[in-house]
């Protein structure tokens, strides 16, 4: 078993729709969150940081955090074309290097 | 734009040359990293660099060797490199090692002919 699990995709969905992008995580000393997004030939775009759980927002962007589940979201409000991307879950515990899911394909369509 | 700085951009070489990637930021960030990334993968961590020392070396093959000449500045330098080596290379930056985020830069596109 993967210490994360992402479903890799694609996720194909209409302009205008509420996305939601999930990770599993197994180590229970995971403490720091992350959400990246990339795009193709580009390097990962740091969207959300979040420290143990909660919930943060940013403009479209929420980031959720479940420790007793191990569950981490992102959810984008009205996404856009221009939101079609790879999106990487990453996390970490002190003293321990981040560790990433395998990233989800997202398609927006217009 | 980003606030970490690669170059170059795109890089072919040779399995016999001798070539070296940048990567520098202004961020005053005290962590630097060199991750590598294939196709439809996530980053695959390389080293780590802390206060300027060597922190992690995942095991990579002594045909990379890292350099950190200063707390701005990390270059990868690369030699007799295979084709399978070939990937975004990336740099990223954090306040603290690991438990701050991670800042990458575009990467470094390496071609090994």
């Known amino acids: 078993q993967k210490e994360v699990e992402q479903d890799p995709g694609p996720l194909s969905v209409p302009e205008g729709a509420i996305v939601s992008l999930n990770c599993t995580y197994s180590?229970?000393?995971?403490?720091?969150f992350m959400w990246y997004r990339q795009y193709s030939r580009k390097g990962p775009e740091l969207l959300m940081y979040?420290?143990?759980?909660g919930n943060k927002e940013d403009g479209r962007f929420t980031a959720q955090v479940d420790k007793s589940s191990k569950y981490i979201s992102l959810f984008i409000r009205d996404s856009q074309p221009s939101d079609s991307a790879t999106y990487l879950c990453a996390m970490s515990s002190y003293g321990n290097k981040l560790v990433f899911g395998a990233g989800t394909i997202l398609r927006v369509k217009s | 734009d980003t606030e970490v700085t690669q170059t170059p951009k795109h890089l072919v070489m040779g399995m016999t040359n001798k070539k070296s990637l940048k990567c520098e930021q202004h961020?005053?960030?005290?962590?630097m990293y060199w991750y590598k990334q294939k196709a439809k993968k996530p980053p695959e961590l390389m080293f780590v660099?802390?206060?300027?020392?060597?922190?992690i070396n995942e095991s990579v093959p002594s045909r990379f060797s890292p350099e950190c000449p200063n707390s701005s500045l990390l270059n990868l330098h690369l030699h007799a490199l295979q084709p399978e080596d070939s990937a975004l290379y990336l740099c990223?930056?954090?306040?603290?090692?690991?438990?701050?985020?991670?800042?990458f830069g575009n990467g470094t596109r390496l071609t090994v002919t």
């Open positions: 961020m005053g960030h005290r962590a």
């Open positions: 180590n229970s000393a995971f403490q720091y």
């Open positions: 660099y802390s206060y300027e020392k060597l922190s």
């Open positions: 990223a930056s954090s306040q603290w090692e690991f438990v701050s985020p991670l800042h």
């Open positions: 979040t420290y143990s759980s």
